[in-house]
């Protein structure tokens, strides 16, 4: 039994076929269907759910006007009816959202019943990429959840922010046009920074049932050690119980103020 400080987060760590959403979405439901007789307070899902890459801003806009979506959605509305079915908190991370002209990264999460609770989003940009206008955290009420997607992971001045906000728990989405060896060696960083469990979050990308780029699912904790790492195409969960800090501390004035000029700032960070 968890004591009253603690939550149970599951991390599903899973291949994801390119171009084909219908098998991804089926596929994650039959993984959850399997947690539904545990108390799990957050499942966390893969990036690139729907199947469509997470493209650069230089994809035609043909193409991009194919295979973008709005968030809501059709796979936001797949995950919705998710949740509800089986009563989980469910954590998607990034799929290509398209906001007018613009192109974001957007992870989300859902809530049973409630539908969609917030989107974290990373700017996509003609020259490189962006973060949003927000701070990217999601608030469970019991616990906060930090979320850095992609390039985000190289900026301490991000994870500045999550730490001044005293989040509990850190889930990364890692770049694959990036070495993802430093990208493991700068979550346990932001680990120690933040003295928190952190999560990078994992899995197979195929493409017509072939892989083509293999991500470990590592949980790191406060300290910088590695909890648990899962390799390989196979389907797994990660069942991860989670400290939750004390949130009566009183945050003093100068700490407010930093946090409020950083969370102006957050745009210019990474441009």
């Known amino acids: 039994m968890l004591g009253a400080n603690e939550v149970t987060v599951a991390i599903i760590h899973s291949s994801i076929e390119m171009n084909n959403k219908a098998k991804n979405i ?44 709005t968030i809501p959605g059709s796979t936001s509305h797949e995950i919705s009816s998710m949740a509800n079915k089986y009563n989980k908190n469910l954590l998607v991370g990034p799929i290509l959202e398209r906001r007018g002209t613009k192109l974001y990264r957007s992870a989300f999460l859902i809530i049973p019943m409630l539908g969609l609770k917030g989107v974290v989003r990373q700017l996509e940009t003609p020259n490189d990429y962006g973060s949003g206008l927000e701070a990217p955290i999601f608030d469970m009420n019991k616990f906060k959840v930090g979320i850095l997607i992609a390039e985000d992971i190289f900026y301490p001045e991000i994870s500045l922010i999550l730490n001044l906000i005293n989040i509990d728990i850190l889930v990364f989405y890692p770049t694959l046009e990036m070495d993802l060896y430093k990208q493991r060696h700068l979550i346990v960083m932001r680990s120690i920074e933040n003295k928190c469990t952190s999560i990078m979050i994992g899995g197979t990308i195929t493409r017509k049932g072939e892989a083509i780029l293999e991500i470990p699912t590592i949980a790191v904790d406060e300290n910088g050690d590695i909890i648990e790492e899962i390799i390989g195409a196979e389907d797994k969960i990660l069942l991860v119980k989670i ?29």
């Open 26 to 69: 089926a596929k994650i439901q039959n993984i959850i269907g399997k947690l539904n007789e545990n108390n799990v307070d957050l499942i966390i899902v893969p990036q690139m759910i729907n199947g469509v890459p997470l493209y650069r801003y230089s994809v035609g806009i043909k193409k991009i006007r194919q295979t973008t979506e």
């Open 243 to 271: 400290n939750v800090k004390e949130k009566k501390e009183s945050i003093t004035r100068h700490r407010k103020n930093v946090l409020l000029k950083l969370r102006k700032m957050l745009p210019y960070f990474t441009k």
